[in-house]
């Protein structure tokens, strides 16, 4: 959704943007130790890395991620924001499901205010296939849908099918995913084209700090839009997620396309709240 800022806004980016990226450095040195946790060893997708790795949250574990931000500068005065509130919730053995609710901030010129409205609701199951062992990697397939709920939202539902794998070697960990959109292109001016693709592809890698629960990363993908004839964009980015108590893990990442165009660039942050709840049934055991 794409956001063209008036000349205020456009020096509260200027200032917004050396700001953030310094908190982002600085997750690692001001969060305490929080020893024996492993969430932030799950990274999700776009948190803080838009390739994740193979790995579901534990069977009846919920996941909350209130209000992860997104902030995209696609060229010098046109930005986009937005935030997608989501829960996962590991259902059954090795399988979660994830809703999200998009929420994007458009200004297309024609309003004397920018609009702010749902971008649609996204549902996706992921199933790990299997542990990774010696031999064999780990690997997960997910299939979602975009609905066409809201405003900003794109014109009909979006269906996806995606793979993950990862595997753990001595220095790290690397990750492999892929992401494929089924049905017609969407027609130019379609508000949910700029978040959507015909097919994505990505590779990371990460590194753990295990005594400080910190993660940090790296990642180079590409991405073909789901419209005729657009062309295919490289964008490679970096992150870090680290955990800051036994429920809570925050996670902040940037981003910077490097094929032909304007040097659009992303920062992310967000913080993620895990959870069973006990009294709810079949949840009276411990996680697993």
Do not use: C, K
Request: aromatic residues 6%.
């Amino acid at each position: 959704m794409t956001t063209r800022l008036p000349h205020g806004r456009r020096a509260l980016v200027r200032l917004a943007i050396p700001i953030a990226i310094p908190l982002a450095l600085a997750i690692p040195t001001v969060a305490a130790p929080a020893g024996a946790q492993t969430d932030f060893y799950n990274t999700d997708r776009g948190r803080p890395l838009r390739t994740e790795d193979a790995l579901v949250i534990e069977r009846r574990a919920f996941e909350l991620q209130a209000a992860p931000l997104t902030f995209t500068r696609v060229a010098r005065g046109v930005s986009q924001w937005g935030i997608a509130p989501e829960l996962a919730w590991g259902f059954a053995p090795r399988t979660q499901l994830e809703v999200a609710l998009p929420i994007a901030v458009q200004d297309d010129g024609t309003r004397p205010r920018a609009l702010t409205a749902l971008a649609g609701v996204e549902v996706e199951l992921l199933h790990q296939l299997n542990a990774e062992t010696t031999t064999l990697p780990a690997f997960a397939l997910g299939a979602g849908v975009h609905l066409p709920v809201g405003p900003l939202a794109p014109a009909r539902e979006l269906v996806s099918l995606r793979a993950l794998a990862t595997r753990t070697l001595a220095w790290g960990r690397v990750h492999l995913n892929g992401a494929y959109t089924v049905g017609d292109d969407l027609a130019p001016g379609d508000r949910g084209a700029d978040d959507a693709s015909r097919w994505a592809a990505g590779i990371a890698v990460d590194h753990t700090f295990p005594l400080r629960s910190l993660l940090v990363g790296a990642e180079a993908h590409a991405i073909a839009p789901l419209l005729a004839d657009a062309a295919t964009e490289w964008r490679v980015g970096a992150g870090v997620r680290q955990q800051l108590s036994p429920r809570v893990a925050l996670d902040a990442g940037i981003g910077r396309r490097i094929s032909e165009g304007g040097a659009g660039w992303t920062l992310t942050f967000g913080a993620a709240y895990a959870f069973a709840p006990p009294g709810m049934p079949g949840f009276g055991g411990r996680v697993r």
